[in-house]
Every structure is written in C-alpha cells, then in structure tokens.
C-alpha cells in the first residue's frame, strides 16, 4: 500500500512559506519524537536549505528514551542545526527554544533586529499545543487529528520575537514506504489516505520486533515468554481482537475495529515510551527509497523513448505547450 496525502491546503502552506523564508532567521522543525526521521518534511528541508534549523523532538515523554539520544546526536551532527527533545505541554522546557534560536542566529534580538523565526512540522506533531505553551495563550487550534491548522498566522513571543505559525505539510510523493506507515500510525495522515488494518499489521510488525513486552503487558494474551514476538501480525491483530472483545456475529473479529484500538493505544502512549525507528534504520529505508524511485524514474524515461521512438509523434511535455 502506497500512502500519500497532500490536500489543496498543503499546496498554499508550501508557497506560502516559499514567500516568507527569505525574511526568516531560524526555521524551527517540530518532529514527532517517535518517528523523528520519518516525520522531517524533505521538501520543507529543500525550501529551507540556507537557514539555521532546530529540530524540536516533540513528544519525548512518551518516546523510547534510548532512541531518542540516538536522534538528538544524529540531528546535532549535521551543519547548523541544533535538536532539543520537548514535551509540548510542559511550559518550562518549551521557554528555552527561544534562547536556541538566539544561538542559531545570534546577530538578531532587540528592536532593531527582531528574531523572526518560522516554526513548521508534519499534522499532528503537536505544534499547536507548543505554540500555545510557548505564548501563554490559547492562539493555535489544537486535536488529536491531521490537518486543523489550515491558515499562517504571526505570533508575537516577545517584542523583540517573533513567530510564524504554518499549517502542518506533508510532501507531494512518500517514497519511503515505513515512512508512510509510520506517519499513518501517528495520526499524521489524513484517515481517508489509508487502510487501518494495513497500518496497524505494519505497526504490530514494529512492536513484535521491539517492544513485544509491552504489547503483552497491555493486551494480556497469556502467552508463554517469546510467543508474542513470534506470532504472524495477522495472528496478532485478531488475538487481540478477541481479547478486547472486538467481535461481529458469527464469532469473527471485527478487524477494522481492533485496527483502530491499536493504533489509538499507539498514539495515546497507552502502550508505553516507543518509538518506531533509529537513525540507522531511517537511513536505510531512505537509501532502498531513493534506489527504487530513480529505477521507476528510468524505467518511465524508457517507455517514453521507446514509444516515441520511429511513431513521427511528439510525446507529452516534449514542446507541446498543452502537455501537463
């Protein structure tokens, strides 16, 4: 299953920030701490190349602990950038993103200078709850659902600080298929972009390998010591179907509703501190995405010559002003 999802609203967040990034000091990113790979927008980083960036691990209270010091490290290596983990809701650490971006960018502050910084994100990583923190105000809408900031609006920090707030954006084409899912498990995607049942096997696959202890904890299947990690996700899902009492007539499981309370214990940290990839994993899957994607690019370049090869007809984009 390929999951995409880039709603018209997306399209104007994109040209929007393509207009205010040249009067920007500092971009900062807010990730999902338990998908902090997967959840940093590449054509956000595309647009925002030549500006000092912080990445805001979001969500850290409920991330695997361990794995979120692989991604501050992995983060804090690359060029002028800084990573700080947060929990949106907590008011004491969120103050010190403002003395980060006076690192980043320690020319401006003070009147004649104000910090102005753009503060952007995937839906649903919690920027609005830390907007809200950040302010002392309740100025962004907030939900546990993909999408609710639709317009950029300016918020004033400090008189000498301020803050442009931008509607969670995806990019055009996910060419990292674990990316997808993990996006989908997090409430990052729109419901119509996908499949519960498919997202939640991909999820279970994840939990088996890493975090079998707490699946078991939370759904008490009874099994013996390593069972769970061993059994087919499929197997899984419908164990806990019937042991959360998720059943149609007839004694079937009802799937798309066991599905569903599997992915909510995900994202209600329920289950526990997880998070669903490491930098080296995330590097991998980027690696085996950007190989699949240039061989379907050549192949598409090869049919294309191919068809118009001796046809004495011109193919689509090949000078015709009407080709899309």
């Not at 409920?62 to 983060?75: F, G, K, Q």
């Not at 119509?192 to 390998?209: K, P, T």
């Not at 769970?228 to 959360?244: F, N, S, T, V, W």
Request: aromatic share 4%; with cysteine; glycine share 8%.
């Amino acid at each position: 299953m390929s999951i995409q999802w880039f709603p018209g609203h997306m399209h104007l967040t994109k040209k929007a920030i393509s207009e205010r990034i040249k009067d920007i000091d500092v971009v900062i990113e807010v990730l999902d701490a338990r998908l902090p790979g997967s959840s940093a927008n590449p054509l956000l980083a595309e647009m925002t190349d030549h500006k000092p960036k912080l990445k805001v691990l979001n969500k850290q209270d409920v991330a695997d602990p361990e794995r979120t010091a692989l991604w501050l490290d992995w983060y804090n290596a690359q060029s002028e950038t800084r990573a700080v983990p947060l929990d949106a809701s907590d008011p004491a650490p969120a103050r010190k993103l403002i003395d980060a971006c006076h690192l980043l960018a320690p020319n401006r502050g003070g009147m004649a200078k104000p910090m102005r910084v753009l503060i952007c994100g995937v839906p649903n990583v919690g920027k609005s709850t830390l907007i809200n923190t950040l302010s002392n105000k309740r100025q962004a809408k907030t939900g546990d659902e993909a999408g609710i900031t639709k317009l950029e609006q300016r918020i004033t920090l400090a008189d000498d600080f301020y803050l442009w707030d931008t509607p969670g954006m995806l990019w055009p084409r996910i060419i990292v298929p674990e990316s997808g899912y993990n996006l989908a498990a997090s409430g990052a995607v729109g419901r119509n972009a996908y499949d519960e049942e498919l997202v939640a096997l991909e999820l279970l696959r994840r939990l088996q390998e890493h975090y079998a202890p707490l699946l078991e904890a939370r759904y008490k299947l009874g099994l013996p010591p390593g069972a769970m990690a061993d059994m087919q996700d499929d197997e899984l899902l419908e164990a806990i179907g019937r042991k959360r009492g998720a059943m149609m007539s007839g004694g079937r499981v009802n799937l798309q509703k066991t599905a569903e309370i599997v992915m909510t214990d995900f994202r209600t940290a329920t289950l526990g501190r997880i998070t669903l990839e490491t930098p080296e994993q995330f590097e991998r899957w980027l690696a085996e995405g950007l190989a699949k994607d240039a061989e379907r690019a050549a192949k598409k370049e090869a049919r294309l010559k191919s068809r118009g090869k001796g046809s004495g007809k011109r193919e689509p984009g090949s000078g015709d002003p009407g080709a899309q």
